[in-house]
């Protein structure tokens, strides 16, 4: 039964991690993290269609993709 963890808006839909967004933990969104930082649009293009705008990434992810663009 693995279908509750891979909707969960905890749950970053592209590692499978915690992505800490403070929206989806009940907090204001301004404390997230991802307010600081601004995600790849071709990151969210990697999101399942079913889980985009309801799943944010971790910021693990995006750092990782960000430092994979650089060194291309
Ligand atoms: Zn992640």
Redesign the pocket.
Known sequence: MDTQVSNNPLI?P??G?A?HCAYAAGKPAKECWCMNLSIPKQLLAQIPDEQRMKSC??E??VRAFLTEKERQ
């Open positions: 970053c592209l590692c991690e992505n990434v971790c693990a992810c």
